[in-house]
């Protein structure tokens, strides 16, 4: 009997080591692919046991390596508001009264007012709006004289100066305030006339912030584009659509919380509330509140748990909602207004506590569209393994995207059983490709993976994904041995 244990064992420990080799040599075989001859990859794949003690890098490719991230940078972002704003943080955006003005106080919360989420709940970009309105008239208040918006809790810097500057009129790359709505955009809704006759348009919200200058005509391809002025919020609508859109058209504005105040006067008044002042803005009415100054009544709290702001971050990769929870840890760790530089700093501490190198990651933004982030597989892994590991476990992976079911993974690995068994963040930007995230094996066991891809060539990003889906196919199979 204990011939045949020792045999056991030393069978069960030469296939364990060959399945490693045999994940080497896979790996190794897909990172061979012509595409990949000048570009620059870093691979970490980490074993994470039960306890952390017990986690193991089986594998590992360049990956002290510090490399672009895209959009993998969410994963640090994400990971970091869990350590310092913590599961159950919530934010909070006041309506306050003082006197006969109404005053907005954002909290920085990039859902408010998000027509793509709320269009799931059966609410609209002005809901939370219109309630209060509703609320207001149910008191009796048929005036108010301004109505304030303070945004103090993020500085004034509405734009990265690492973004894009010919982008920025964008979905994604939204302008970033302390008082934020509809994702810091208007969307366009068309609907052909005659051909050759100027496209009707309906706007969500419905607002006087923005100037639209249509010059789009209905017939003809299906290209419709959207631009803004810089610095202004003239809109020109031009291009042809022979059909109209059921999905909306974007367009960002200019200065989001003078966009929300106006909104929401706008819908007082939609409401019969008479507003005899201005929309305006006044960052000091956020400080009176919370110091218990006397005048101010809190009218109506609008509360969204973090949870929903990550899980909007990973799965559907919002940069907005990423600056907006990293400019939040820079409020929370810094106790002033939150700004890119204290974001990245209260980041790196975070880093610089899980054991992470100083040389292994550089945080520029909190969303990944900066190309002056950089970060190695190796530190990624060690994020990701520490999130394993701890009680934030539940909420970081429940916003990642899921293998072909959700999120921007929903189209990945298709014709695979790996479908609902990866959960990860996706990343692009151009010539930069990545997926990290965690794999469940067939075998139960779970693994930590990061997968970076730098200088790959333009217009190559279905092979990259493609590679990729390779590797984390390669991790699943080694965890059950060949036969």
């Not at 799965?315 to 929370?332: I, V």
């Amino acid at each position: 009997m204990k011939h045949l244990l020792r045999f056991l064992v030393v069978a069960v420990l030469f296939c364990g080591s060959l399945s490693r080799a045999d994940l080497a040599g896979d790996i190794r075989a897909a990172l061979a692919d012509k595409l990949l001859q000048k570009a620059q990859v870093g691979v970490q794949v980490v074993e994470l046991g039960e306890r952390p003690e017990a986690a193991r890098t089986i594998f590992a490719h360049q990956a002290d390596l510090p490399l672009i991230p895209a959009s993998n940078q969410k994963l640090l972002t994400t990971a970091a508001a869990l350590e310092i704003l913590g599961e159950k943080f919530t934010f909070r955006t006041l309506l306050v009264q003082h006197g006969r003005d109404l005053v907005l106080i954002g909290d920085g919360d990039p859902t408010f007012g998000d027509a793509e989420m709320l269009r799931k709940a059966g609410w609209g970009v002005t809901t939370v709006f219109d309630n209060w309105a509703a609320q207001l008239t149910r008191q009796q208040v048929r005036t108010v004289a301004n109505v304030l918006v303070d945004d103090s809790v993020f500085d004034e810097v509405l734009v990265h100066p690492n973004w894009p500057a010919d982008q920025l009129h964008k979905r994604y790359v939204a302008q970033v305030a302390g008082m934020n709505l509809n994702a810091n955009c208007v969307d366009f809704f068309l609907q052909v006339r005659g051909a050759g006759e100027p496209v009707l348009f309906r706007m969500e919200p419905q607002t006087d912030y923005v100037r639209v200058q249509n010059s789009c005509m209905s017939g003809g391809n299906d290209a419709v584009w959207l631009s803004r002025q810089p610095g202004g919020n003239s809109v020109m609508l031009r291009g042809t659509t022979p059909t109209g859109n059921k999905e909306p058209v974007s367009v960002t504005v200019h200065d989001p919380a003078m966009f929300a105040a106006t909104v929401l006067a706008e819908r007082l008044a939609a409401a019969g509330i008479q507003v005899t002042g201005t929309a305006a803005r006044d960052r000091t009415v956020r400080q009176k509140v919370l110091q218990g100054e006397k005048g101010f009544s809190v009218v109506a709290v609008h509360e969204t748990p973090i949870a929903v702001v990550l899980a909007r971050t990973n799965k559907d990769s919002m940069n907005l909602y990423a600056e907006a929870l990293l400019k939040r840890m820079g409020f929370a760790a810094s106790g002033r207004s939150g700004s890119w530089e204290s974001g990245a700093a209260a980041v790196g501490g975070v880093l610089k506590r899980l054991g992470v190198d100083a040389g292994q990651a550089r945080i520029d933004d909190g969303c990944g569209l900066s190309r002056q982030n950089a970060v190695s597989a190796l530190a990624l892994c060690s994020v990701l393994s520490h999130c394993f590991h701890s009680a934030g476990r539940e909420a970081m992976m429940a916003s990642l995207a899921v293998a072909g079911q959700d999120g921007t993974l929903d189209k990945r690995f298709e014709g695979s059983d790996l479908r609902g068994r990866v959960l990860a963040k996706s990343g692009y930007i151009r010539q930069v490709s990545a997926l990290s995230g965690y794999l469940r094996a067939r075998n139960g066991s779970w693994y930590a993976f990061s997968i970076l891809m730098n200088n790959v060539p333009e217009g190559s990003n279905w092979r990259m994904k493609a590679i990729q889906e390779q590797i984390v196919a390669a991790i699943d199979a080694s965890a059950s041995p060949r036969r």
